[in-house]
């Protein structure tokens, strides 16, 4: 058979890698979903905030664990004219992802916040891919601190609105 050590260096590298990929998956379930969870609820009950952890296990292999802020008034209400409140827009918070990929490697992720109508929801960021053996309490609590000051610069970070900036002039009605 022509090239049979480069053919059976192929298929031994590639019987690794998905030896490698059940590797992950297994140390996934049996250690690091737990290490997140325990992280990042040790993180909620002592910094009192709003947020919650989601479990999104729906899914074998490709499970999802997060630290979501809660959802809340943007402080944008619409109003008719005798003042009288129409509608209060809500502000969807961000989140802290720790996401499993098809191959079992770990995606860290980060959700940006955004208000309904008024403020458009951003594309996610990848902040990491790592090995399931590479979480730890400290790299959570990088991350957390990370996100944090992520959720810090787009509070004020200045954005382009949906409408240029300046009133609508509605026309009085005179009697």
């Given amino acids: 058979m022509a090239n049979q050590e480069k053919l059976q260096e192929a298929f031994d590298k590639y019987l690794s890698t998905l030896t490698k990929t059940s590797e992950r998956r297994k140390l996934w379930t049996s250690e690091t979903k737990n290490i997140i969870i325990e992280t990042l609820t040790a993180i909620q009950k ?50 802290l992802a720790y996401c499993q990929s098809y191959n079992g490697k770990i995606n860290v992720i980060i959700g940006f916040p955004y208000i309904e109508e008024w403020v458009s929801q951003m594309d996610i960021k990848v902040i990491a891919t790592i090995e399931p053996n590479e979480v730890t309490e400290e790299l959570i609590t990088n991350n957390i601190i990370h996100f944090l000051k992520t959720m810090e610069e787009w509070e004020g970070k200045d954005r382009e609105p949906r409408e240029p900036v300046g009133y609508k002039l509605q026309e009085e009605k005179t009697i």
């Fill in 46 to 95: 002592t910094f009192k905030m709003g947020w919650r952890i989601q479990k999104l296990e729906q899914t074998e292999n490709y499970q999802t664990i997060n630290i979501h802020i809660d959802n809340h008034s943007s402080g944008i209400i619409q109003t008719n004219n005798n003042g009288t409140s129409i509608k209060s827009f809500t502000k969807y918070g961000g989140y």
